[in-house]
């Protein structure tokens, strides 16, 4: 019963999704012009459309079950490879969420405090974060990596590519200055 | 023919000029070091590559990806039968045959059986482009917008029906992109659709974010909550290449010539890419080949198969998208919006306006498929050596392109917000089972069908029937019915085979 509800929930969410955008189609501001179609039509048919998807997934699931339905290859595979030994599936690969949640908070960090610190600083920091977020624990590579990685991003990006990367406020604004005078970027 | 012939030779002498050659030199080593990695897929490569393209002009831009591409369908060969790793989820029919060959003793012959079969593939499928893509664009300079809103419509409703898994999911992620698209201020009313009051969303959500984010963050991310867990690396270390000699290969013409075909029809077909041509093909093998019996034990003609085909597919996927504007794969939805972000739409009067770009496209595809053989050739020990870099530190660096690649479009953090919101976007995709590929392709293709449409029922007068009067326009619609049916049609027949097991089983 729980897998079910789990496999539910996507569906839920994009047909509540779904129908509280078709509800905003209902108060797009415009003036018709003549029998032309107006700006409504094109996502009022594709939210249709997407309900209707939704609908036929969530009664399929609350019918058969949570069913992983074979595709194209499955198909191939089985009806013309009978001299193929298949193998079984592998197991399903263990899940670390934690890992998940630090990753994505340190990506949103990454992008917040861009403007803050720089680009050099904060790139440093967030790949330094990161390779140890993914398990990976020798410390010296870790501070040798993200500090070269950070400097060739500088180089490649602002005086190759010729891109304005953020410099960051003071104090952090003076690293930047620094290694773009070291790097000869203008 | 004498034109086409005159127009590729100047096509080959503008890829030799030291830009064009130079692109292509980088897209074949980044495209085939992407393909053995096995954490970066092709088509994540292309989408990390494209932001370096902005400071290019457009030729060089297109050669670099098409040559990523190109060289992309091999790379992964290597480590499937070296290391029983698929590089790409294409190499997975050839890692049957390919590892039980190298485990057999014969790595060497495995991988010239390989670059053989990707080189004959590659070039077959070369020709065939240039032949076929004149003529289609000389018939698709006919095309009025209810034959381009039925191409467009099929082009969608076979990604849908060809991709693996769930129609409905796969339906539910192309309505999501089409959707996407939709988002910003409407073109002809100028009225304001699902920005909610944000002036960012005002602008509209460009298929870049979608596409780097989904495929880019959004697979880091799906990696990152598995703990970066690859499978570790163990080989003996022997890494060489034995190329089949003409009279091998000749035996064996009958797989060549069923895999080419194969690929090229794969590729033609929106929405069937290498992998589908790949499966489809080793499935060909398996059901007409003279040895369909041995198939898996490590002969020739199960890694000749798939790998000619998924070469072949690359050709087939170029010309609806240099005639149509229609990309069929993940990759050449890529580059088509390096076409696009040059200001440069793709179709059939691109082969008038800009001749020496389409056939400087063709060019390089013939040099790639041979500078791959090169590299293959000679450059396969420092290939296989990427993948002892440990998983976390690439991963990092991934992020990192996806993040400044989007930043470099329009100056913009909120550009690497939208990257952040897709990122988790394509993880959620992943986690849930929708496919990402049908979102990429609607949120390229979903304006391109807005416009046909509207076009459509303003031309003619609010008479949808229009799609089904006019010839061609019926045609696609009676086609795109048939990939609408066929999954039901799967579904009902595994639904009556299921019984007829269960009852022998019982017997």
Request: with cysteine.
């Amino acid at each position: 019963m729980k897998s079910r509800h789990r496999a539910l929930l996507p569906y839920v969410l994009v047909l509540a999704g779904a129908l509280a955008l078709g509800w905003q189609t209902l108060h797009f501001e415009f003036t018709p012009r003549g029998e032309r179609p107006g700006p409504d039509v094109w996502p009022r048919a594709i939210l249709a459309l997407m309900i209707v998807a939704c609908g036929v997934r969530i009664v399929g699931v609350l019918r058969r079950g949570p069913d992983e339905r074979a595709g194209v290859l499955d198909d191939v595979l089985s009806d013309a490879l009978p001299a193929v030994e298949r193998e079984a599936p592998d197991a399903p690969p263990q899940r670390y969420p934690l890992l998940l949640a630090i990753g994505v908070a340190l990506t949103i960090a990454y992008v917040a405090l861009l403007a803050t610190l720089g680009f050099f600083c904060d790139t440093a920091l967030y790949i330094a974060a990161l390779i140890r977020t993914g398990r990976y624990r020798r410390w010296p590579v870790i501070a040798v990596v993200s500090v070269a990685g950070a400097l060739a991003f500088m180089f490649v990006f602002m005086k190759v590519v010729y891109l304005s990367l953020p410099i960051g406020r003071p104090p952090f604004a003076a690293v930047s200055l620094a290694l773009m005078q070291l790097m000869g970027i203008r | 023919m004498l034109d086409v012939l005159q127009h590729l030779a100047g096509g080959f002498l503008h890829v030799l000029t030291p830009v064009n050659f130079a692109a292509l030199v980088v897209g074949l080593v980044v495209g085939m070091l992407v393909a053995v990695l096995p954490g970066l897929t092709l088509v994540m490569g292309v989408v990390l590559a494209l932001p370096f393209t902005y400071g290019m002009s457009i030729t060089p831009s297109i050669i670099l990806l098409t040559a990523m591409y190109v060289s992309g369908t091999y790379g992964g060969a290597i480590t499937s039968i070296l290391f029983r790793i698929p590089g790409e989820p294409m190499d997975v029919p050839l890692l049957w045959d390919g590892f039980a060959m190298g485990r057999a003793g014969q790595p060497a012959e495995a991988l010239g059986w390989t670059l053989f079969a990707a080189l004959t593939g590659g070039l077959i499928t070369a020709t065939i482009m240039v032949t076929l893509a004149v003529p289609f664009a000389k018939i698709a300079l006919t095309f009025d917008s209810p034959e381009y809103f039925s191409i467009v419509l099929f082009g969608f409703t076979s990604v849908v029906a060809l991709g693996g898994g769930s129609p409905a999911n796969a339906f539910i992620s192309l309505f999501f992109g089409m959707l996407v698209s939709t988002v910003g201020v409407d073109e002809i009313y100028g009225v304001d659709r699902f920005t909610f009051g944000s002036d960012i969303l005002r602008d509209g959500i460009g298929y870049l974010p979608v596409m780097v984010g989904a495929y880019g963050l959004g697979e880091v991310l799906v990696r990152l909550e598995q703990g970066f867990a690859s499978p570790p690396i163990s080989g003996d270390g022997r890494i060489a290449t034995r190329i089949p000699s003409l009279r091998e290969a000749w035996k064996i013409r009958g797989t060549f010539a069923r895999s080419s075909l194969v690929g090229v029809l794969c590729g033609i077909v929106p929405g069937a890419g290498a992998t589908i041509a790949s499966f489809v093909s080793y499935g060909v093998e398996g059901q007409y080949g003279r040895r369909r019996g041995e198939l898996g034990s490590g002969i020739p003609e199960g890694i000749v198969a798939p790998q000619v085909a998924s070469t072949a597919s690359v050709g087939g996927h170029m010309v609806p998208l240099l005639t149509l504007g229609i990309p069929g794969s993940g990759a050449t939805a890529v580059i088509l919006g390096a076409f696009l972000l040059h200001g440069v739409q793709p179709g059939p009067q691109i082969f008038q306006t800009q001749s020496m770009l389409v056939y400087a496209i063709f060019a390089s595809v013939f040099l790639g498929v041979i500078g791959m053989g090169l590299l293959g050739y000679f450059a396969i020990r420092p290939l296989v050596n990427v993948l002892y870099l440990p998983e976390a530190i690439v991963s990092v660096f991934v992020v990192l392109f996806c993040l400044i690649g989007a930043y470099s479009e329009h100056n913009n953090v909120s550009d690497l917000w939208m990257i952040v919101v897709f990122g988790v976007v394509g993880y959620l995709f992943e986690r849930w089972r929708f496919p990402i590929a049908p979102m990429v392709l609607g949120c390229i293709l979903g304006p391109v069908a807005e416009t046909s449409f509207l076009t459509t029922m303003i031309s003619y007068r609010n008479d949808w029937t229009v799609f089904f009067t006019r010839p061609v326009s019926a045609a696609v619609m009676a086609l795109t019915a048939l990939a609408l049916l066929y999954p039901l049609f799967r579904h009902v027949r595994r639904r009556g085979a299921a019984p007829a097991a269960t009852g022998e089983a019982a017997r």
